[in-house]
T-cell receptor, first 112, second 107 residues
Framework: DTAVSQTPKYLVTQMGNDKSIKCEQN?????MYWYKQDSKKFLKIMFS???????INETVPNRFSPKSPDKAHLNLHINSLELGDSAVYFC???????????FGEGSWLTVV | KNEVEQSPQNLTAQEGEFITINCSYS?????LHWLQQHPGGGIVSLFM???GKKKHGRLIATINIQEKHSSLHITASHPRDSAVYIC?????????FGDGTTLTVKP
């Protein structure tokens, strides 16, 4: 069973659209994350979220919003997509003690 | 200057060689993380360290909190070790990543 699963794996969409990427973890972890990896392969954290606290990287535009219906899910909603949003988005989760982190396989978003 | 600096940026080695990748950081941290990303894109967590040393198979990670430095060592390197190795530091819920070290191990 996949520990952290993301859908869709590939998404091509037009500028201005609103899209969501879903993430689910079956590890019982308390904290989930969204990362963005741009064309230069640099990884940047966007959000970290547990059932108590959402921490937002201040550089993330407010067109991006995480939504967590329950502890096992953290979905990423993106409004008014722009060309620069094209990237690979990784979801991850970790237990509260933070001793390890598990990544999803990534979602390749292309905005045209 | 990045808060997290990795060296070298690129590294080519022959199979069997001992490899060291370095990570220096300039901020206070609660933990440091070594990640591996293969050409297919998947990211695997190798180690999370807050002090001392950890070993898993042929991989060893060390951290010196006073010197703000960590190293990842690979013993008896193999072509399947070819990947990008990323250092990340964590503090108060914020993570900062190095730019990665691209390792190529030739048979």
């Amino acid at each position: 069973d996949t520990a952290v699963s993301q859908t869709p794996k590939y998404l091509v969409t037009q500028m201005g659209n609103d899209k969501s990427i879903k993430c689910e973890q079956n590890l019982g972890h308390d904290t989930m994350y969204w990362y963005k990896q741009d064309s230069k392969k640099f990884l940047k954290i966007m959000f970290s979220y547990n059932n108590k606290e959402l921490i937002i990287n201040e550089t993330v535009p407010n067109r991006f919003s995480p939504k967590s219906p329950d502890k096992a899910h953290l979905n990423l909603h993106i409004n008014s997509l722009e060309l620069g949003d094209s990237a690979v988005y990784f979801c991850a989760s970790s237990p509260l003690d933070g001793n390890t982190i598990y990544f999803g396989e990534g979602s390749w978003l292309t905005v045209v | 200057k990045n808060e997290v600096e990795q060296s070298p940026q690129n590294l080519t080695a022959q199979e069997g060689e001992f490899i060291t990748i370095n990570c220096s950081y300039s901020v206070g941290i609660s933990a440091l993380h070594w990640l591996q990303q293969h050409p297919g894109g998947g990211i695997v967590s190798l180690f999370m360290l807050s002090s001392g040393k950890k070993k898993h198979g042929r991989l060893i990670a060390t951290i010196n909190i006073q010197e703000k430095h960590s190293s990842l060592h690979i013993t008896a390197s193999h072509p399947r070790d070819s990947a990008v190795y990323i250092c990340a530091v964590y503090n108060a819920g914020k993570s900062t990543f190095g730019d990665g070290t691209t390792l190529t191990v030739k048979p």
